[in-house]
């Protein structure tokens, strides 16, 4: 039996989300607490009031259910889905019903979700894709290396990008060319934008010139939008199992 998840396991919620949804369907606080009993997720107003203020959070169970109350997708109350849990979250989706359509024992998907590190097969990846509905990007976050990632792009944007090809090109399992045209072109958008930033100063008294890099020597970038350029200039591409992917990645390392 799957264990109940405490608070830390609760999905990600968007208290804004629910709100605005809440108010476009002219529904009250009760009248949602009182829907939220069709589907046995017995509630107050007052509760329904407290997710909304980002007081407290509601269970799996309770935002699935509140989903189906106002009339929107799951993932459209989380925010965002990233992780694995997330993903089979916001498609609706049971740990058994996920299993039983992937053709994996609960016992061993269940590590893969908590650690959010999916280690299937060339078979079982093609099954998750399918079933959530996963982009390349998608599933690199479900197999726990967008950190590994943002790590590479940062070296790039540092004026190595050419020392992170190799990996990079690895992990992502896309043709070195398509790789390599999104790395230089973020490392020449970045380039473009310190230049601009120290000719700003110049001439100005009193002025000091803006640094490239942070107190620690890293670009000063939004890691997020820093991941949502590279994705954009990789064309935001599909994932395609029968590649050499993220997934195998392990694999590469050992070798």
Known sequence: MEPAPDRDQRPPFAPEAARRARIGLHLTHDQVAYGLAAFRVNTTA?????????????????????????????????????????????????????????????????????ANEWRGDERTTAALVRELGLSLRDLVGVAGASDA????????????????????????GLRRSRVASALAGMHEEFAHRARVSLSWSDGVPGARPRSPTGGGGGPVVDPARMADRFWELLGHPAAEPGMIGIWYRDRHDTE
């Open 46 to 114: 007052d509760a329904v009031a407290a997710w909304e203020s980002g007081r407290s959070v509601p269970t799996e169970a309770e935002l699935l259910a509140l989903a189906e109350i106002l009339w929107c997708a799951p993932v459209d109350l989380m925010g965002s889905a990233g992780a694995l849990r997330e993903h089979r979250i916001g498609r609706r989706l049971s740990v058994a019903e996920l299993c039983a359509r992937l053709g994996l024992p609960e016992s061993r998907y269940l590590p893969m979700e908590r």
């Open 149 to 172: 990632i943002d790590d590479l792009l940062h070296e790039t944007l540092q004026g190595r990008p050419k020392s992170q090809l190799t990996t990079m090109t690895r992990l992502l």
